[in-house]
């Protein structure tokens, strides 16, 4: 499968949104990207569910929603009706991920596990049959434009020969500090989904950005 680009809307131009938007719908990004902090599980605030249904009122690609948030499964319901394709809550927020995971499906949502640097994929070894997807942090949570984590790279491989192994079809999605070097080396270690904040938004010609992405 050719990877998919979802670029993070964290990066856009907030008063501009609605162009930001149909430069998305216009683009050949595969799905839009959105994050959502709570300033407990990570030490910024985003925004919440008015922006995402504003968002998804005029979007005509999949959201792809990225919760960093303490308790998502609360959330479940407020995500599914603001029109989410992709719902993903962090390893670290969830004391009962399978019942989450299970909760997210029954809304008619794809479901995504998401994994802080420090969080070994080993431990996905249960769940991983659940998942429609893992989303690889390659940064701390929290704030765009960070420096890429280079251990990331061994951590898609090692998850890619997990999902092989197990003869599973679930995608890898890795989120922080893409940009056209470290997304080459993610796609070659088997990335999936390559998300990108400002690699996308504060580029000159934006569409082009999308595209130098998709040619990887
Ligand atoms: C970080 C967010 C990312 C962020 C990526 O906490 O999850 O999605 O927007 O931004 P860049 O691509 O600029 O690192
Ligand atoms: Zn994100």
């Given at each position: 499968?050719?990877h998919?680009?979802?670029?993070?809307?964290?990066a856009?131009d907030?008063?501009?949104?609605a162009?930001?938007?149909?430069?998305?719908?216009?683009?050949?990004?595969?799905?839009?990207?959105?994050d959502?902090?709570?300033?407990?599980?990570?030490p910024?605030?985003?925004?919440?569910?008015?922006?995402?249904?504003?968002?998804q009122g005029i979007?005509?690609?999949p959201?792809d929603?990225?919760l960093m948030?303490?308790e998502?499964?609360?959330?479940?319901?407020e995500?599914a009706?603001?029109?989410?394709?992709?719902?993903?809550?962090?390893y670290?927020?969830?004391?009962h991920?399978?019942?989450?995971?299970?909760a997210?499906?029954e809304a008619?949502?794809?479901?995504?596990?998401t994994?802080n640097?420090?969080t070994?994929?080993?431990?996905l070894e249960?769940i991983?049959?659940?998942?429609?997807?893992v989303?690889l942090?390659?940064?701390?949570?929290?704030?765009?434009g960070?420096k890429?984590?280079?251990?990331?790279?061994?951590?898609?491989?090692?998850?890619?020969?997990?999902?092989?192994?197990?003869?599973l079809d679930?995608?890898?999605?890795?989120?922080?500090?893409?940009n056209?070097e470290?997304?080459?080396?993610?796609?070659?270690?088997?990335?999936?989904?390559l998300?990108?904040?400002?690699?996308?938004?504060?580029a000159?010609?934006?569409?082009?950005?999308i595209?130098?992405?998709?040619e990887?």
């Amino acid at each position: 499968m050719k990877h998919l680009v979802a670029p993070s809307l964290l990066a856009a131009d907030f008063l501009h949104l609605a162009q930001e938007v149909e430069m998305i719908n216009e683009s050949e990004a595969d799905w839009l990207h959105i994050d959502v902090m709570d300033g407990v599980f990570v030490p910024n605030i985003s925004f919440g569910f008015p922006v995402l249904e504003a968002v998804q009122g005029i979007c005509r690609k999949p959201l792809d929603v990225h919760l960093m948030i303490v308790e998502p499964q609360k959330f479940i319901a407020e995500v599914a009706a603001a029109g989410a394709y992709l719902m993903n809550v962090h390893y670290e927020a969830c004391t009962h991920l399978h019942r989450t995971i299970g909760a997210i499906k029954e809304a008619g949502m794809k479901a995504g596990v998401t994994l802080n640097p420090h969080t070994p994929v080993a431990l996905l070894e249960d769940i991983l049959p659940d998942v429609d997807m893992v989303l690889l942090m390659s940064v701390n949570p929290g704030y765009g434009g960070q420096k890429f984590i280079e251990h990331s790279v061994a951590k898609v491989a090692r998850l890619k020969e997990m999902i092989v192994d197990k003869g599973l079809d679930t995608l890898i999605e890795v989120d922080g500090g893409v940009n056209l070097e470290t997304g080459k080396r993610l796609v070659d270690a088997g990335a999936d989904v390559l998300v990108a904040g400002n690699f996308v938004f504060k580029a000159h010609d934006q569409k082009q950005a999308i595209h130098a992405l998709k040619e990887l």
